[in-house]
């Protein structure tokens, strides 16, 4: 058990917390894997040339991640007053979260499962 007062042991906590401003999304309806291949593309860009590759990129992920990086940007603006054409992704990096567990018909009475996979979505920004 910690010592100390309460508020002491808060403040303590609070001084080791990450100041780099960051946007995560939780339960987007793509899996992993998925999310993956367009993070990738984008880590240790500047923020305007991933934003130029994600409207670019037809998967359907890149659109999701794109809300999430402009949401990022936001928040480094306004929370953090920094300088947006300073600014790259420093870090992206995809969980998985929860599986939705469906059942398919399938011949002879049968069953299939189908797992409809999520993710949590992280991107942490940085200024050059």
């Known amino acids: ?25 939780s339960y987007a309806r793509v899996s992993v894997q998925k999310a993956c291949f367009v993070l990738d593309a984008i880590r240790g860009k500047d923020v305007q040339t991933a934003l130029g590759i994600l409207a670019y ?17 936001a928040n480094a603006e306004n929370n953090n007053g ?3 054409e300073n600014l790259y992704i420093e870090e992206c990096y995809a969980n ?11 011949a002879q009475g049968r069953a299939y499962r189908i797992e409809k996979r999520m993710s949590n979505i992280t991107i942490v920004l940085n200024e050059k």
Not at 59 to 73: G, N, T
Not at 96 to 106: A, D, N, S, V, Y
Request: proline fraction near 7%.
């Open 1 to 25: 058990m910690a010592k100390g007062h309460r508020s002491q042991i808060k403040r303590e906590r609070n001084a080791n917390k990450d100041t780099r401003p960051s946007a995560k999304l």
């Open 57 to 73: 990129n037809p998967r359907y992920a890149s659109s999701v991640i794109e809300k999430l990086l402009k949401s990022a940007i």
């Open 82 to 84: 920094m300088n947006v």
């Open 96 to 106: 998985q979260g929860p599986i939705m567990k469906r059942i398919r018909p399938r």
